[in-house]
């Protein structure tokens, strides 16, 4: 039986999406929604859609999908989530999972409440490098990790298109935008051992000048009300620590995502990708080669396929994503009330093998 897909939002990342189904086998592009009707009805008939809606629960409830993406602004990941998890379609929506850890705690119990799984597009880990390196960390080539680095920034990137630069549909700028990536990446290396503090920072350097040659696109200066750099530190539940750093703009490299994580045994960097270690008394590098060439986009998805089949185990689980959005949202009111945020809520992550 094909795989009936939908997918809600057809803007810049749902393209990525639909690549990823196009590889897929045996999978039916059945319907799409978009608030913005012209948007809609363009990509359903240049994608080849059976049907197009300006509604997300009309979509739902009209038709019997399998599985659906969910490539929404921020504002919009966890109302079709949960509605789509209510009628146990299968769900892979996109990074940040929500605009805060409350609303992914909502989509935790949706999530387990429903015969569907809900998997979030941290397409990171689907990079041959980065599961090399996780591989290396599994295998306790680290040893005892006791310190990360999270970090994302770009000289030129305030996204010039969407909702990325206003805070009441994004929730924050480039600490939300990409900063999930850099800290989902971390983490995951670092085995999401919980998070117990938080301190961070802000500024507003850039968004709201004049000369907007740090934009991507065009955006009004007076409707920019998000950070566009932000730093702190956390620290995590097995007593190691964790520093952040992101930003969209700022006089540095052109983009940096570079990750480290160290431990007494060994330690990594993610962007370049390298492992640092000791080896019969002598200090040695070690490069990773003849890893495939791959679109993280498409391979998660393909990935999501796998897993709603029951071929594949889910990697990106939601309750790890609820320890990258705690500290999200901790650096946030930490750079308000200029104190350090206690984190006292966990969500245990359900343990290898389990199916979501
Ligand atoms: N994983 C990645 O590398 C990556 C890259 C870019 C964007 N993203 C994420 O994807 C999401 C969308 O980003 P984008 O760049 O595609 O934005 P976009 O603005 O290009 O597209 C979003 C679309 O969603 C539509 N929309 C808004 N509210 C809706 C609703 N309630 N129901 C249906 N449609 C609705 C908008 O009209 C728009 O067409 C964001 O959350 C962003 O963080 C992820």
Not at 83 to 96: G, Q, W
Not at 194 to 214: A, I, L, P, R
Not at 306 to 331: F, L, P, S, W
């Amino acid at each position: 039986m094909p795989l009936k897909i939908g997918i809600i939002g057809t803007g810049g990342i749902a393209e990525f999406h639909l690549r990823g189904y196009r590889r897929a086998k045996d999978i039916q592009l059945v319907a799409c929604c978009d608030v913005m009707g012209e948007r809609v009805k363009a990509f359903a008939e240049q994608h080849g859609f059976k049907r197009h809606y300006t509604d997300f629960r009309t979509m739902l409830a009209k038709e019997d999908l399998d599985a659906v993406s969910i490539c929404t602004p921020n504002y919009a990941h966890k109302d079709p989530t949960i509605e789509a998890l209510k009628r146990n379609v299968n769900v892979l929506c996109e990074k940040p999972t929500a605009m805060n850890a409350k609303e992914v705690k909502a989509m935790i119990q949706a999530s387990r409440k429903s015969k569907a799984l809900l998997t979030i597009g941290q397409h990171f880990r689907f990079d041959p490098k980065n599961q090399a390196l996780k591989r290396m960390v599994d295998a306790g080539d680290l040893g005892s990790i006791y310190y990360g680095r999270s970090h994302s920034t770009r000289r030129v990137g305030i996204p010039g298109w969407g909702a990325f630069h206003i805070k009441e549909k994004s929730a924050g700028g480039p600490m939300i935008d990409i900063g999930v990536h850099a800290l989902d990446l971390t983490l995951w290396l670092m085995g999401f051992p919980g998070v117990d503090s938080v301190t961070g920072q802000t500024y507003v350097k850039f968004g709201k000048t004049k000369e907007q040659y740090h934009t991507w696109g065009k955006i009004d200066p007076k409707t920019f009300t998000v950070e566009d750099f932000a730093c702190g530190m956390a620290r995590l539940s097995n007593g190691a620590t964790l520093l952040i750093e992101s930003a969209w703009a700022s006089h540095t490299e052109t983009e940096s995502l570079l990750q480290v994580v160290l431990g007494d045994k060994g330690g990594v960097t993610a962007y370049p990708h390298r492992a640092y270690t000791v080896r019969n008394g002598t200090h040695v590098n070690i490069e990773f080669t003849e890893l495939p060439e791959v679109e993280p986009h498409e391979e998660e998805v393909l990935w999501f396929v796998h897993c709603v089949r029951g071929e594949k185990e889910n990697v990106v689980r939601v309750e790890e994503t609820y320890q990258t959005m705690q500290i999200i949202d901790a650096v946030y009111k930490s750079a308000e009330t200029g104190k350090e945020v206690v984190i006292k809520d966990h969500i245990p992550v359900p343990s290898k093998g389990s199916r979501k």
